[in-house]
């Protein structure tokens, strides 16, 4: 309706075309973050369960999420040359970039969880005291609300990210430290405890990724950087 | 020249303009990467030198890569949004953005360098069988490389940077079995053999940055995305 005020006759047919291009490559990135968090949940998955169908599942993931990066970032780019996008739109590209490239790397991170929990799966069981199954729950909660918030493009709800990523690194530094006395009380629980070290810290970089997102989502609704601007996690 | 050939009178003086700012885009970027690349060097140093001297000089970088990666993020997202660059320089522009935040997150591994060897420093001396100078050598000349081809726009040169990472990643795991054998033998040594571990990692992180800006360059050359075609490291 919009369009047939300011650009009567046949512009509108384009112009409604961009609008359309645009929603289908919002829908495309959302897919490309489906497949992402799937594979992250499989990943977890197969790691608490001792799971190796699961685990082996996450690493048939990792092609399709490739795929499915470099067609998100092709639309992007073809968008912005063909269209020459102002403002909001060219801040909602360049988002979209940015968000797409985050979703690969928490694919790459879910591919390193199943490596571990794979390699775990084929040591001698070592009873550490370590449950990383809360830690994979807030870190698929801060995926899931930063994917909402570019759903609903809500800055609010994106900024609550924020606050979350700093739970999760105390997390990560708790199994640390429990993993280090496990390897000084069994030194023969070594590399079982490597493992699971290496597991919570790729669970933190997903919510490092997750944070970015956010921030990305901020970036588009409001125009503004919040970067390196930790305070605004807790306005 | 060309430019007067194509758009003669006062047009030529914005084209010149928006020239000089692509120009001073790039040396803001290499001003930002060579922040990013004596952060690097400060820390390998501050480590192998046990120097809490270097080590307490990479934090205080910090801040400032963080406002330089602000402020070249700014400067192409402008120029994006004022001037509809076209074709070349709309993936030049992109490619800027892309490499800048890998040049930031070169900056936190850095950090994360730093901290870690700050923390070994406060540990009674493990004798430990392991050199991380040679790798940290190699990081630097597959950044240092990656830099050069981002100057001279040589895609061929990028392409050498994916070959190197090969090594690198083949390092890290020698790093990683050494110090578990190093675990085993030595359960007094747990937390220093776990730093040095992280450290290796951060490395191979740093090494994956560097392939990252050396896929950006060859984007920008040849408008072809590189990113998960192996293959094409010994093309």
Same mark, same amino acid.
């Given at each position: 309706?919009?369009? %047939? @005020? *300011? !650009?009567?006759?046949?512009?509108?047919?384009?112009?409604?075309?961009?609008?359309? /291009?645009?929603? /289908?490559?919002?829908?495309?990135?959302?897919?490309?973050?489906?497949?992402?968090?799937?594979?992250?949940?499989?990943?977890?998955?197969?790691?608490?369960?001792? #799971?190796?169908?699961?685990?082996?599942?996450? /690493?048939?993931?990792?092609?399709?999420?490739?795929?499915?990066?470099?067609? *998100?970032?092709?639309?992007?780019?073809?968008? &912005?040359?063909?269209?020459?996008? &102002?403002?909001?739109? +060219?801040?909602?590209?360049?988002? *979209?970039?940015?968000?797409?490239? #985050?979703?690969?790397?928490? $694919?790459?991170?879910?591919?390193?969880?199943?490596?571990?929990?794979?390699?775990? @799966?084929?040591?001698?069981?070592?009873? +550490?005291?370590?449950?990383?199954?809360?830690?994979?729950?807030?870190?698929?909660?801060?995926?899931?609300?930063?994917?909402? %918030?570019?759903?609903?493009?809500?800055?609010?709800?994106?900024?609550?990210?924020?606050?979350?990523?700093?739970?999760?690194? /105390? !997390?990560?530094?708790?199994?640390?430290?429990?993993?280090? !006395?496990?390897?000084?009380?069994?030194?023969?629980?070594?590399?079982?405890?490597?493992?699971?070290?290496?597991?919570?810290?790729?669970?933190?970089?997903? $919510?490092?990724?997750?944070?970015?997102?956010?921030? #990305? *989502?901020?970036?588009?609704?409001?125009?503004?950087?919040?970067?390196?601007?930790?305070?605004?996690?807790?306005?």
């Amino acid at each position: 309706m919009k369009c %047939s @005020l *300011v !650009m009567p006759g046949r512009n509108c047919v384009p112009r409604i075309h961009y609008q359309q /291009q645009l929603a /289908q490559l919002k829908d495309k990135l959302l897919a490309m973050a489906a497949l992402a968090q799937q594979t992250m949940d499989c990943a977890m998955d197969g790691y608490l369960k001792s #799971d190796m169908v699961l685990l082996h599942h996450v /690493q048939e993931n990792e092609a399709a999420i490739n795929a499915a990066e470099r067609s *998100v970032d092709e639309m992007a780019y073809d968008l &912005m040359a063909m269209e020459q996008p &102002m403002a909001i739109d +060219l801040r909602f590209l360049l988002a *979209v970039i940015k968000i797409n490239g #985050d979703l690969e790397r928490i $694919g790459d991170q879910s591919v390193n969880i199943a490596e571990r929990a794979s390699e775990l @799966l084929q040591m001698p069981h070592a009873e +550490l005291s370590v449950d990383l199954h809360q830690m994979g729950e807030l870190t698929e909660q801060m995926i899931r609300i930063a994917l909402q %918030s570019l759903l609903d493009g809500d800055a609010a709800m994106a900024k609550s990210v924020l606050a979350l990523d700093n739970d999760l690194d /105390q !997390m990560n530094r708790q199994v640390h430290k429990a993993m280090i !006395m496990a390897i000084e009380q069994h030194p023969e629980w070594t590399e079982q405890a490597l493992n699971t070290i290496i597991i919570s810290r790729n669970l933190e970089r997903i $919510g490092d990724h997750a944070t970015n997102i956010a921030e #990305d *989502v901020i970036f588009w609704v409001h125009g503004a950087d919040v970067r390196h601007q930790l305070s605004l996690a807790t306005d």
